[in-house]
């Protein structure tokens, strides 16, 4: 017959006794696995008598179940163990000088957002933030996004499983920063008018030669009152000279379309392309580089306020275009490599920080 009462203190004393997952199983499946200690002993109650039956069996099990609870809390003492172990073992001090032969960089990607934020800082911008995991009620509803609207087709947006309701997203672009920041004005009463960018991820589900699944935009927006086409115009057209760093530039708005603005329009400039170089500001092509327009009546409405009241303008830039297009860097996805020869030869010093002062 089995003694229960050295089986059961061998058994809890071989747990404790475990020092790392590894030894943790073997101990489980010698005891609890199919040829394991308690599960033979549980066999031999077949041939026991009745009375027996009952009583060792009861015991059996419940000596079980406290193995099996013994054997849960020691894995999670060893899990804890070993995370702190590898967490020391990982540790690094930033503190620490950097070692020349791994200089850091500025990936280009940061570096443009940072000068578009100076060209805006300048024009009296502030820098607006708002959640890469997104709500259909902000990425689309409130920007007058209606749901026949392509953008909200499953190929194009990334939806998470959030509460099961198939309303959680990656926001496919910036321009839920403008909602956030009107409705947020209106609840601290810090607003309107309004005269933010706001940079940041954006991600949509394509990726080809032109499209990864991720990249970043710049929004911005400026909601006062009395604002027209002519100010959006103004405040492009300078943005384009100081990004580009150039006199003039021929600049070009085609009307198009945008839920979110009405009138709409694709801003172009002029470039001269030839086999195989590309030069901003001059000769006879067009090149499309952001897209902007009036902030639609009806996505101020959503926002609280009264179109008759406050008006605006708004617009949004691919941050990776802009920058393949001032830096001539030819292929997009280089940008996610990781490969560290382009980004020592993209990169950018990290403690040149652009500024319109000091040239961009
Ligand atoms: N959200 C647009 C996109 O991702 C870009 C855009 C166009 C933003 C026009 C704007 C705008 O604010 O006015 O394609």
């Not at 027996?52 to 609870?69: C, D, P, S």
Request: contains cysteine; hydrophobic residues 40%; negative net charge.
């Amino acid at each position: 017959m089995t003694d229960t009462n050295t089986l059961r203190s061998q058994a809890l004393s071989a747990i404790e006794h475990c020092d790392s997952s590894a030894t943790l199983e073997e101990q489980r499946v010698a005891l609890l696995g199919k040829k394991g200690a308690i599960t033979e002993a549980l066999k031999t109650l077949g041939a026991a008598d009745a009375d027996t039956r009952k009583t060792l069996g009861a015991t059996l099990n419940q000596i079980k179940q406290e193995l099996a609870e013994a054997i849960d809390s020691k894995k999670a003492q060893i899990a804890a163990v070993e995370l702190n172990a590898r967490l020391a073992s990982e540790k690094i001090d930033v503190t620490l000088p950097s070692r020349p032969e791994i200089r850091g960089s500025i990936h280009p990607v940061t570096q443009v957002i940072e000068e578009i934020t100076a060209i805006f800082a300048d024009m009296g911008f502030a820098v607006a933030e708002g959640p890469d995991i997104e709500d259909d009620a902000h990425n689309f509803d409130a920007l007058n996004i209606p749901e026949s609207h392509p953008a909200r087709q499953m190929h194009d947006t990334f939806y998470l499983q959030g509460n099961g309701d198939g309303k959680t997203l990656l926001r496919t672009h910036t321009s839920p920063v403008q909602i956030r920041t009107m409705t947020g004005g209106q609840k601290d009463n810090s607003g309107p008018p309004f005269r933010f960018i706001a940079p940041g991820s954006t991600y949509r589900c394509d990726s080809d030669l032109t499209h990864t699944p991720m990249f970043h935009q710049v929004e911005g927006f400026v909601i006062d009152k009395d604002i027209h086409m002519g100010h959006l115009k103004g405040c492009l057209i300078e943005f384009l000279k100081a990004f580009f760093e150039l006199d003039e530039v021929p600049v070009r708005f085609r009307p198009s379309f945008f839920p979110f603005t009405e009138p709409s329009a694709e801003v172009d400039i002029g470039c001269k392309r030839s086999k195989d170089e590309l030069k901003i500001g001059a000769g006879n092509d067009w090149l499309e580089v952001l897209g902007c327009g009036m902030v639609h009546p009806n996505v101020l409405k959503n926002c609280g306020l009264d179109p008759d009241e406050w008006q605006g303008f708004a617009f949004g830039m691919g941050v990776e275009r802009l920058a393949m297009l001032k830096y001539g860097i030819p292929d997009l996805r280089t940008f996610f490599d990781s490969d560290t020869r382009w980004l020592s030869h993209y990169g950018f010093d990290a403690l040149n920080i652009p500024s319109l002062l000091g040239g961009l």
